[in-house]
């Protein structure tokens, strides 16, 4: 700690002095210890929450655009693509060049003048904007920490060692609460929802009928989210594939993690038994030997070495698993327990059926975070709080809790909030984790 106290001189003021120094510093460890551990924390873009724009916001997306042959916004039939029309009419010799100009092709022929609607020339296509508002809101959290006496502190054998451990807690406290919360938000997001069935697996929920209700923190409900197909199959290559060609042709390849031979690498987020479930699966082991191509300069840093099959195998070992409650209807199994303010691991979690993975994009969301606010003018100042998880030391005199302000705590504030983007590209997959027959 670099700290020396003499129990004999130190008063709690200079404890009280160290314990607000070392709050200063568990910013920099959240960030130092949480880095390059998590797709969940290095890859969802975080950008900053406009300040002045109320506590909902509402997002403008425009949906993907192509020509058609007619006109008539939201009501437009027609042939998909361009019309292409021959400028000239069709030539009166055997010859494309004649020797008279009575030969020649005239210029604004009888196709060019033939008119489809009110002043629209033949061969006009039309491209017709779709757009959704979507609304979303700034949420936040507070983390505290034991109450902590001063004055045992002053006593207290190891001080260094007990303050240093109380770092790393809330250091992997707010770990923890970030990566979950990134998660949940963009399982909630996500469009597509693929239930893994041994056969005629789709892949439903991309007419917005799922987003919005995915993974909450104690259950997913595929009856309101008006999708359909408790899994019976395990996750298979075969499904993934089904799911890549798929993002190819919603666009979903422009902005993707990696290019590898031409072909857009997505990110895939799953446990490690999924991945090695993958990798392993019979008819595609070769696939995992005869990959070397390099691995893109935003993915490396995580420790990924490789891709497979068009997908980097993001490991995320605190996947979300369920029980099926009823039909329809899944209990969230959480890895840990907590009970009398001791935490354990869960070891329902090892034996749940069901389990997610999720097609990363980075296109699908942004977390929002506010700037640290210390005025609002007018001479009103206030001390700012920064919402990434930075610990603030407090010691808050009571008349009869902490009359001699000789008890304190740490307390960080979180907040963010979820912009939703082109959810579409956000993709669950559930699967049957204990099934030995692969989805297809």
Same mark, same amino acid.
């Given at each position: !700690?670099?700290?020396?106290?003499?129990?004999?001189?130190?008063?709690?003021?200079?404890?009280?002095?160290?314990?607000?120094?070392?709050?200063?510093?568990?910013?920099?460890?959240?960030?130092?210890?949480?880095?390059?551990?998590?797709?969940?924390?290095?890859?969802?873009?975080?950008?900053? +929450?406009?300040?002045?724009?109320?506590?909902?916001?509402?997002?403008?997306?425009?949906?993907?655009?192509?020509?058609?042959?007619?006109?008539?916004?939201?009501?437009?039939?027609?042939?998909v693509g361009a019309d292409w029309t021959n400028v000239a009419a069709s030539e009166s010799g055997g010859t494309a060049f004649g /020797?008279?100009?009575?030969?020649?092709?005239?210029?604004?022929?009888?196709?060019?003048?033939?008119?489809?609607?009110?002043?629209?020339?033949?061969?006009? *296509?039309?491209?017709?904007?779709?757009?959704?508002?979507?609304?979303?809101?700034?949420?936040?959290?507070?983390?505290?920490?034991?109450?902590?006496?001063?004055?045992?502190? $002053?006593?207290?054998?190891?001080?260094?060692?007990?303050?240093?451990?109380? !770092?790393?807690? @809330?250091?992997?406290?707010?770990?923890? /609460?970030?990566?979950?919360?990134?998660?949940?938000?963009?399982? &909630?997001?996500?469009?597509?929802?693929?239930?893994?069935?041994?056969?005629?697996?789709?892949?439903?929920?991309?007419?917005?009928? +799922?987003?919005?209700?995915?993974? %909450?923190?104690?259950a997913l409900d595929l009856s309101t989210a008006g999708v359909a197909g408790v899994p019976d199959a395990n996750i298979s290559n075969?499904?993934?594939?089904?799911?890549?060609?798929?993002?190819? $042709?919603?666009?979903?390849? /422009?902005?993707?993690?990696?290019?590898?031979?031409?072909?857009?690498?997505?990110?895939?987020? @799953?446990?490690?038994?999924?991945?090695?479930?993958?990798?392993?699966?019979?008819?595609?082991?070769?696939?995992?030997?005869?990959?070397?191509?390099?691995? *893109?300069? =935003?993915?490396?840093? =995580?420790?990924?070495?490789?891709? +497979? $099959?068009?997908?980097?195998?993001?490991?995320?070992?605190?996947?979300?698993?369920?029980?099926?409650?009823? %039909?329809?209807?899944?209990?969230?199994?959480?890895?840990? %327990?907590?009970?009398?303010?001791?935490? /354990?691991?869960?070891?329902?979690?090892?034996?749940? *059926?069901?389990?997610?993975?999720?097609? =990363?994009?980075?296109?699908? !969301?942004?977390?929002?975070?506010?700037?640290? @606010?210390?005025?609002?003018?007018?001479?009103?100042n206030f001390n700012a709080n920064d919402y990434k998880g930075e610990f603030k030391w407090l010691n808050i005199p009571d008349a009869?809790?902490?009359?001699?302000?000789?008890?304190? +705590?740490?307390?960080?504030?979180?907040? *963010?909030?979820?912009?939703?983007? &082109?959810?579409?590209?956000?993709?669950?997959?559930?699967?049957?984790?204990?099934?030995?027959?692969?989805?297809?």
């Open positions: !700690m670099g700290h020396t106290f003499n129990p004999a001189t130190d008063g709690t003021a200079v404890i009280e002095t160290v314990l607000a120094e070392e709050a200063n510093r568990i910013g920099a460890d959240i960030h130092r210890q949480t880095i390059h551990t998590s797709p969940w924390m290095d890859l969802i873009r975080q950008t900053t +929450f406009p300040d002045q724009s109320g506590g909902f916001l509402t997002t403008l997306v425009y949906d993907r655009a192509i020509p058609v042959s007619t006109a008539g916004g939201s009501s437009a039939t027609g042939q /020797t008279s100009t009575l030969d020649q092709p005239a210029v604004g022929g009888d196709t060019m003048a033939t008119e489809v609607g009110p002043s629209v020339a033949a061969g006009t *296509s039309f491209v017709h904007f779709g757009k959704k508002l979507k609304q979303y809101q700034l949420s936040r959290a507070a983390i505290e920490s034991p109450r902590i006496s001063l004055n045992d502190m $002053r006593f207290a054998a190891h001080r260094g060692e007990q303050l240093r451990a109380i !770092m790393d807690l @809330l250091t992997e406290a707010t770990r923890y /609460t970030w990566e979950n919360r990134y998660r949940d938000e963009y399982a &909630k997001l996500s469009d597509a929802y693929v239930g893994c069935k041994a056969s005629g697996t789709a892949i439903d929920g991309q007419d917005g009928t +799922f987003e919005g209700d995915g993974i %909450t923190s104690g075969a499904i993934l594939d089904k799911c890549y060609y798929n993002l190819i $042709r919603r666009g979903a390849g /422009t902005n993707a993690y990696g290019r590898e031979n031409g072909r857009p690498v997505f990110g895939l987020v @799953l446990s490690s038994e999924a991945s090695y479930q993958l990798q392993t699966e019979a008819g595609f082991r070769d696939d995992v030997r005869y990959n070397n191509a390099a691995v *893109s300069d =935003l993915i490396a840093p =995580l420790g990924i070495e490789k891709s +497979f $099959r068009g997908f980097y195998h993001l490991v995320d070992d605190l996947a979300p698993r369920f029980s099926l409650a009823s %039909t329809d209807q899944f209990t969230r199994v959480l890895p840990y %327990t907590v009970a009398s303010g001791v935490t /354990t691991y869960n070891a329902s979690y090892d034996s749940a *059926s069901y389990e997610a993975a999720f097609i =990363l994009h980075p296109d699908v !969301m942004e977390s929002q975070i506010p700037q640290p @606010l210390s005025s609002v003018g007018s001479g009103v009869v809790i902490n009359p001699d302000s000789e008890t304190g +705590f740490f307390r960080g504030i979180l907040a *963010s909030a979820s912009k939703p983007i &082109k959810t579409d590209f956000g993709f669950m997959i559930l699967f049957k984790r204990d099934s030995s027959t692969p989805a297809a």
